[in-house]
């Protein structure tokens, strides 16, 4: 069977857009000699719908989107993922739905089985979960229907598994002579690798083709990656789709034609193109065509603008420096010079009288108090205020530019550096800030060298270095990787060879930062366990490890 996968960028909300899209697609695949074009999850509506599930009327616009697409098909099939109605009760009122079109109508629907409800994903909420799914009939073959996590609960794969059901497994053994799903995938570092021995194991197991075709682009937090596969009945594996790209991927699973095209991108490759597939869309499909962000001298202001720059072009990124009188002429000299490189605008609007001022006005106030972070803080404050107005005046998103270990810990100012509309790089740990730098750098200089060298800074009081608060980000970030992402205990941690006052001194100032981290910019995830939705951590709560 000729199968064209329509690894397609779809925008939440966007019934019309994507109706165009999944139209469009449908007739390449009529041009390209499809038997069958398949696009992904909930590709009428855009994944994830969130609370757009509770409003009626958008359930009714995407099923009335859902006739006109089966009124526009012919010989060759289409499968679409929609928002099902289910006529049940008690139960949801939704389904996450698939369903199998052509000669102008809806040949067959099957719902999902496996409803994700950890992590990102909260489809509890909202969709009724299938109990059954039977194969449907195709121009004579029996095909197994499947939404994204139905493939993701195989028992030969999995040590520890969520679901008791194998819906996959379970349409082989009904009969099922090839297996298609239809995914929308978030994508983390890791992912793509996992992904592939999963259902390379479940070819394996089950003896059948397996076609899956994921989603592509940013939306709102979430990254997908595409990078959809084909295999034969033997594992073989006949095609990949583009990694953050859209495609159309054309696979016979018939034919013996291995694809040729591995997916060898190193980490930095994918998480460069990650940010910049996730920053481009967020503003894009928010309204916004430009951007602007502060450029302290440091490497995550660099980085930042580096992924802005490419996401949308050089003249539509804006860097200001806001010197105040702790900021060091070799940092505005590396901003200027990173501007240059980048060819972005670049301003600079010092803050040393509206410090002094400031500080003057608060001066009764503070009588016989000595300086502390309340000053430090008051800088910061001060180019949010400004870099807002700028924001304001031209219309342009502000991005923040704290990386992961800084927001783990509260080394970030609410109401200053904090401010913005995205926080791009809130899921990328220093270490990896620094990673990323030196890929951006690998042909030529683009990020001056001493943004790379120098001790990092927030040059907020004379002679400042983050290591005068924070411990070296090399044990920062892996004491961040235990507790966080893999959720070990502190003691664990100490077990594992770092010194026990440290880890309890980070443990403590992450579990502190909560109130932080909730009035933080949303922020692009790309590890497998990031701040933000997938993270819900009480804040006013006393639970400390002992």
């Known amino acids: 069977m000729r199968v064209a996968l329509a690894q397609l960028n779809t925008t939440v909300g966007d019934l019309a857009g994507n109706e165009a899209r999944i139209l469009a697609a449908y007739q390449r695949g009529i041009a390209a000699g499809a038997e069958l074009v398949v696009t992904p999850e909930l590709a009428i509506t855009g994944y994830p719908p969130r609370d757009l599930l509770l409003r009626r009327r958008f359930v009714a616009e995407n099923l009335a989107v859902l006739q006109r697409l089966a009124g526009a098909t012919g010989p060759v099939g289409l ?15 939704t389904t996450n739905a698939v369903a199998l079109l052509q000669h102008g109508r809806v040949l067959a629907a099957r719902a999902k089985m496996l409803l994700p409800t ?11 979960p299938a109990i059954e799914n039977q194969p449907v009939e195709f121009n004579g073959r029996r095909i197994g229907l499947t939404i994204c996590e139905d493939l993701w609960n195989d028992e030969d794969f999995w040590r520890d598994r969520r679901y008791r059901r194998n819906p996959a497994a379970e349409l082989a053994a009904a009969g099922a002579e090839c297996l298609v799903n239809v995914s929308a995938s978030p994508w983390h570092l890791g992912k793509n690798r996992v992904r592939h021995a999963m259902l390379a194991s479940l070819v394996a197991k089950t003896g059948r083709p397996l076609l899956y075709c994921n989603l592509v682009g940013g939306n ?31 696979a016979d699973t018939g034919v013996a034609a291995p694809a040729t095209d591995p997916d060898d ?12 597939l996730g920053l481009r869309d967020y503003l894009h499909k928010c309204g916004f065509q430009s951007a602007l962000l502060g450029l302290s001298g440091g490497i995550d202001s660099a980085l930042t603008a580096a992924l802005a720059a490419e996401a949308l072009g ?16 070799g940092s505005l000299e590396d901003a200027r010079v990173l501007a240059a490189n980048l060819g972005i605008r670049y301003d600079v609007i010092p803050i040393e009288a509206a410090f002094a001022t400031v500080k003057q006005q608060l001066a009764p106030v503070f ?31 502000l991005l923040t530019t704290g990386n992961k270990s800084e927001l783990a810990v509260g080394y970030c100012t609410l109401y200053g550096d904090m401010c913005g509309g995205l926080a791009v790089i809130a899921d990328v740990p220093k270490t990896m800030v620094y990673r990323l730098a030196r890929w951006i750098n690998r042909e030529r200089e683009i990020i001056p060298a001493a943004s790379l060298t120098k001790p990092p800074s927030a040059e907020l009081r004379p002679n400042q270095t983050d290591q005068d608060s924070l411990p070296p980000y090399e044990v920062l970030d892996a004491i961040l990787e ?4 893999e959720g070990r205990s502190a003691e664990e941690i100490v077990a594992a060879g770092f010194e026990a006052a440290t880890v309890r001194r980070v ?24 701040f933000g939705v997938g993270r819900r951590i009480p804040i006013a709560q006393r639970y400390r490890e002992a």
């Open 79 to 93: 499968i679409v993922g929609f928002v099902g109605e289910n006529p049940v009760r008690p139960g949801r009122e």
């Open 265 to 276: 991108f190193s980490d930095e490759e994918k998480l460069y193109r990650a940010l910049v």
């Open 314 to 329: 050089p003249e539509n990124v804006r860097g200001v420096s806001l010197p105040s009188p702790y900021s060091s002429a």
């Open 482 to 485: 235990a507790y966080v992402v």
């Open 118 to 128: 950890y992590d990102v994903f909260d489809e509890d909420r909202y969709f009724e």
């Open 367 to 397: 009588a016989g108090l000595a300086e502390d972070v309340t000053e430090e803080n008051l800088q910061a404050r001060l180019r949010g205020v400004i870099l807002m107005a700028l924001s304001n005046k031209f219309g342009s998103l």
């Open 220 to 250: 709102d937090e979430l990254v997908f990656d595409g990078a959809s596969l084909a295999f034969d009945a033997r594992g073989q594996l006949l095609a990949r789709g583009a990694l953050f790209a859209e495609d159309f991927v054309i």
């Open 507 to 530: 443990i403590r100032l992450i579990d502190l930062s909560e109130y932080k981290r909730r009035q933080a910019a949303p922020g692009l995830k790309v590890t497998s366990k990031a």
